[in-house]
């Protein structure tokens, strides 16, 4: 058996390239032949941890985790509307399709589906639904068609909760195919010297740390705003860089919160790690169903900390976080909800620790890289 994981970029920056990641080093460490294709701008450099087993071919960027498992990277000549186009990406898959038993396509990402149509392949693709198009609706509108070809022409529709996978309306008719597997990692290890050390510059403070991109669908305004209801034992620590970077802090500064929350900008993922040590309690506090999981929530989840989480509707984000389990699920655009659940849980010690093991416990009930990728293996042997 041999595997293609086909779409999105390199380098490896949101949710969806992380899973496809993910599983080819994961059926690489099991011994399963899998690669990853993917596209990349040629001004994108190679991310220093990758540099030892990269080079450059005729055909592009080949990382290789060993004789059987690679990561393809094709050049693109665009990025448009968070696609990459690329006349190599069709050129690869027409020429190499056939060497693989399974092709698992990631959605949403338009080039993948249209070099798999055009590539005249014949044998079976497994579909991983992580999200529906939503804020591009023209493309939406001229990718339609190709999008259904690709539902009717999957085997299986993998989908990251239950909740998506029923609410998406682009999945009405075809639920018969759909399987849910959680996006599963493996467990956030920090240093504990250099949590202290974060936590030593705000001594005696209680920290709420929140990490993303700087854009509106995070609605870290609210996360702002939800620092005037807390006492002032609390410091917001919102990491991530973005577009919204300068308005949120003008948004600190004029309401004179400067001392409970910090923009901390790019956290290096090598620094990541650490502020998830450091914090008390983790909140995502996006407001639209772009946020279709938050794997940020297991990552803090991973290392026991309690979440607080949005109900967004028709996303799974608030079934990742167990409400009354491993944390609470409060409105969106709700900053006194956002702060009373904060403050309620890091106000008393026996409710924090009930869902310190909670979060814990959930995460290695239902989000280990584990579980994730037995359950992907058991599909792939059509077992599931």
């Not at 991983?128 to 539902?151: A, F, N, V």
Request: glycine content about 6%; overall charge neutral.
């Amino acid at each position: 058996m041999k595997i293609l994981q086909l779409g999105k970029f390199y380098p490896i920056r949101g949710g969806v390239e992380k899973v496809m990641w993910d599983l080819t080093w994961a059926l690489a460490e099991r011994g399963v032949p899998c690669d990853m294709l993917c596209a990349y701008l040629k001004s994108d450099p190679v991310d220093p941890e990758h540099r030892d087993f990269s080079r450059e071919t005729e055909e592009g960027r080949i990382i290789e985790f060993g004789p059987e498992n690679r990561v393809i990277c094709v050049p693109a000549f665009a990025k448009k509307a968070k696609t990459m186009l690329s006349r190599d990406m069709v050129r690869w898959l027409r020429r190499h399709a056939r060497e693989y038993d399974i092709i698992h396509v990631h959605h949403p990402d338009p080039m993948a589906a249209l070099a798999l149509f055009l590539s005249g392949y014949k044998g079976r693709v497994i579909l991983h639904w992580h999200s529906d198009i939503l804020s591009q609706k023209l493309l939406l509108t001229l990718y339609h068609p190709l999008q259904w070809w690709l539902i009717q022409r999957a085997e299986r529709i993998v989908g990251t909760s239950p909740v998506y996978l029923r609410e998406s309306s682009a999945l009405s008719r075809q639920q018969h195919k759909v399987v849910c597997v959680p996006i599963g990692i493996q467990p956030i290890i920090y240093d504990p010297r250099a949590a202290d050390a974060i936590r030593a510059t705000m001594p005696d403070k209680k920290l709420v740390f929140a990490l993303g991109r700087l854009v509106p669908y995070k609605d870290f305004g609210t996360l702002v705003e939800a620092a005037k209801y807390l006492s002032s034992d609390y410091v917001i620590l919102i990491g991530g860089s973005g577009p919204l970077q300068e308005s949120l802090q003008w948004q600190i500064d004029a309401e004179s919160l400067t001392d409970k929350v910090r923009l901390l900008g790019y956290v290096e993922s090598w620094d990541v790690p650490n502020y998830f040590g450091a914090c008390d309690i983790f909140v995502l506090c996006s407001d639209r169903k772009t946020e279709a999981f938050g794997v940020v929530q297991i990552e803090a989840m991973s290392c026991g900390k309690p979440v607080v989480a949005t109900k967004i509707p028709q996303s799974g984000v608030s079934w990742v976080n167990d409400n009354g389990v491993s944390g609470y699920n409060v409105p969106t655009h709700d900053p006194q909800a956002l702060a009373a659940a904060i403050e309620q849980i890091c106000g008393d010690p026996d409710i924090y620790m009930q869902f310190s093991a909670g979060a814990m416990e959930r995460f290695e009930t239902h989000f280990t890289s584990r579980e994730m990728i037995d359950k992907i293996v058991k599909i792939y042997e059509k077992k599931m």
